[in-house]
């Protein structure tokens, strides 16, 4: 088999030089990934905590409810399957902006985030007309669990 790599398209190589390549190769790809890791950490768990936020919020202003279920801590998850939620908890607003208004982590495994949220209503709501555009501020829990950030959500 490892003649079969010694020739590609009629170019042929020593066993060695193949082995020193394919070290080489093997090599960069284990430093390229222990760079990004290093990066990951190294960067404020505010930083982290809002990447997060923005990425949960684009999740529910695209509607993907699935993708946003992802977003919930492994516990959560757990306990309230992504159907089991969204039976319990269908939505009742669409999602139009968000905005991060704060990140204050009171440790580096918790942070209070603090986000500006814009929603209009779907119809089939009392008293309220459809299409009825507000804004509220969301106070949020963000949690830390093997290395990732989470939304906490009491069960």
Known sequence: MVEWFLRVEGCFMSEARFLVTCFKAVGLTIAATLLS????????????????VRARYAALIAADY????????????????????????????????????????????????????????AGGIRGVPEGFESSR??????????????FYQPD
């Open 66 to 121: 699935q993708e946003a279920h992802k977003f919930y801590t492994p516990a959560f998850r757990k306990s309230w399957t992504y159907r089991e939620l969204i039976l319990m908890r269908p939505p009742v607003v669409k999602y139009v902006k968000a905005s991060l208004a704060s990140v204050k982590c009171s440790s580096e495994d918790a942070c209070d985030v603090g986000v500006e949220v814009t929603y209009r209503t």
């Open 137 to 150: 501020y969301n106070e949020e829990k963000w949690i830390r669990v093997d290395g990732e950030w989470w």
């Open 37 to 52: 890791a290093c990066a990951t950490l190294s960067r404020a768990p505010d930083e982290q905590v809002g990447e997060r």
